[in-house]
């Protein structure tokens, strides 16, 4: 069965770090790009960040460019997201995405000012 | 707000068809495939639809997708209660040069 599960969210102070963890299974992880996409609370859908499969490619929305990295072990199975500089305005449950088919249950993120 | 514009609510009655939109751009739909994305109270999202009008193994053909121009569509035939939901699409922008959704569509089942 394919499989995302999501971790390392959590309460965290405005200015402060997270790293969050998605292991990965049922599928050979390292050939699929990935992403993290996050959702505010009673709010819609918004991508955060792209890695392709080697890692020789990740993309960030504008927001989070230059706070969050992304990067991802594939020896490992997993994907991660170094969160730092954390801001109210980044509160959400994050949640990780094999290309654009398969999600994880998500994490929650909450930052508090 | 969303690059990709969508009704915030659509309701329907059960067994009937109800229709969802999603208004994009040239730089957006126009050029790149549509997906559509389920999301059950408390979960996670779901792929419905890839590639416009592609639906996954387990998907019902109750579900259908469409696309035209700078539009696209998402059609549920066969209302049920468990289809009561948030529906998103979303496509790549290359104006962005990245991934967008829409606001979401909540839908209610009468």
């Known amino acids: 069965e394919v499989q995302l599960v999501e971790s390392g969210g959590g309460l965290v102070k405005s200015g402060g770090s997270l790293r969050l963890s998605c292991a990965a299974s049922?599928?050979?992880?390292?050939?699929?790009?990935m992403n993290w996409v996050r959702q505010a609370p009673g709010k819609g859908l918004e991508w955060v960040s792209s890695?392709?499969?080697?890692?020789?490619?990740?993309y960030y929305v504008d927001s989070v460019k230059g706070r969050f990295t992304t990067s991802r072990d594939n020896a490992k199975n997993s994907l991660y997201l170094q969160m730092n500089s954390l801001r109210a305005e980044d509160t959400a449950v994050y949640y990780c995405?094999?290309?654009?088919?398969?999600w994880g249950q998500g994490t929650t993120v909450t930052v508090s000012s | 707000q969303s690059v990709l514009t969508q009704p915030p609510s659509a309701s329907g009655t059960p067994g009937l068809r109800v229709t969802i939109s999603c208004s994009g751009s040239?730089?957006?739909?126009?050029?790149?495939?549509v997906y559509w994305y389920q999301q059950l109270p408390g979960t996670a999202p779901k792929l419905l639809i890839y590639?416009?009008?592609q639906r996954p193994s387990g998907v019902p053909d109750r579900f259908s997708g469409s696309k035209s121009g700078t539009s696209a569509s998402l059609a549920i035939g066969g209302l049920r209660s468990e289809d009561e939901a948030d529906y998103y699409c979303a496509t790549w922008d290359d104006s962005l040069s990245g991934p967008v959704f829409g606001g979401g569509t909540k839908l209610t089942v009468l």
């Open positions: 049922g599928f050979t992880f390292s050939s699929y790009s």
């Open positions: 995405v094999r290309d654009w088919d398969v």
């Open positions: 890695i392709v499969s080697s890692s020789s490619q990740i």
């Open positions: 040239s730089s957006s739909i126009g050029t790149n495939h």
């Open positions: 590639r416009n009008n």
